[in-house]
């Protein structure tokens, strides 16, 4: 007798079940993980829909500085694109010799560059911030690093105006569409925001790093795996597998990336960033990356790293805690590596 099935998610849990990444991870020797790296980078970079040709003039503006006690912190603005800005926060610490170690800090979802700065103006705003530990760029600048905050397209200063075309989910459907996705155009946005900070004087360029909570997590993991300048990185809310994750749980549709798993799953792509220092942070209680998942594929990670004689380079905080940033090895992660 026949078994009818009428759930596509269903079937497409089946469906998962029979692929076999044709570049997952398996390198014995450092010859064969190189080859590997190279030959999954251009497959991935080929399914990002690919970075321009040529970078355009940054354009910079700095349109205000405000005295934040520790730090000072500058509205810039400059251009990725020659139709796409970006408009960001660089805090600048007051006591910290220059050129200094410097970070990228990408937000999540929420409000954009004011959360990463610990911006607000109500108490609900604030309420959102200390619960998910959210002003990591603003306890960065009181740690002494120069940090960049800026907004990921969709968000803050960068989100449609109008109402129907508001977040991600229609960038990204339309991005599909035209051979394009959210993430690659968020990645390459941290490429430019790399040129940017090159061109500050209190920036050692030889000592930058990217972290982020969440969507801010995904931007810095791929980032970390296509641009050499990251020289370290803490990825926050968002390492895990994408079977246990992006696929069984409720995603905006920024996380997709047509034909991944074909390929690669997210253990595989994390051994891309070796021997990068990188540092993963979940939350036990967080309820869209489960821990256990987490565990299960860094220890995939590992791997690459002990393949390359880089054990020391990666590590795990596994907190109490939901989806927030932690910081318990985060700061001190930096302090070792930049």
Request: aromatic share 12%.
């Amino acid at each position: 007798m026949v078994r009818r099935s009428y759930s596509t998610i269903e079937y497409l849990d089946h469906f998962y079940r029979t692929l076999s990444p044709s570049m997952t991870f398996r390198a014995k020797t450092k010859e064969e993980w190189a080859k590997w790296r190279r030959s999954l980078i251009d497959k991935l970079t080929e399914l990002l829909g690919g970075f321009p040709d040529q970078r355009c003039d940054l354009e910079a503006e700095v349109s205000e500085r405000i005295d934040e006690g520790d730090y000072i912190r500058e509205k810039v603005v400059f251009q990725s694109e020659p139709t796409a800005s970006v408009p960001a926060y660089l805090l600048i610490p007051k006591k910290t010799r220059f050129p200094g170690p410097t970070l990228i800090c990408q937000h999540g979802h929420g409000r954009g560059k004011d959360d990463a700065a610990g911006i607000y103006t109500t108490e609900e705003e604030l309420k959102q911030i200390r619960e998910l530990n959210y002003d990591y760029a603003r306890q960065f600048a009181q740690r002494g690093y120069i940090v960049l905050a800026p907004d990921a397209r969709c968000f803050g200063e960068r989100n449609d105006p109008r109402e129907e075309y508001s977040g991600c989910n229609k960038a990204a459907m339309n991005s599909i569409l035209m051979g394009k996705t959210l993430i690659g155009m968020r990645v390459w946005d941290i490429f430019r925001c790399i040129d940017y900070l090159e061109t500050r004087e209190e920036v050692d360029p030889n000592r930058i790093g990217c972290m982020g909570l969440s969507g801010g997590g995904t931007v810095t993991f791929f980032s970390a795996i296509l641009e050499k300048r990251i020289k370290a990185a803490v990825i926050s809310g968002y390492f895990c597998t994408f079977k246990a994750s992006i696929v069984d749980l409720p995603h905006c549709a920024c996380n997709y990336v047509p034909n991944l798993l074909r390929y690669a799953e997210m253990p595989d792509l994390a051994c891309l960033i070796a021997p990068l220092p990188l540092l993963f942070e979940t939350g036990t209680q967080d309820p869209i990356f489960p821990t256990k998942a987490v565990q299960e594929a860094f220890e995939k990670v590992k791997q690459a790293y002990r393949l390359l004689g880089a054990e020391d380079r990666v590590d795990i905080d596994v907190f109490e805690g939901g989806h927030m940033f932690s910081g318990k090895k985060a700061f001190d992660w930096f302090e070792r590596w930049l």
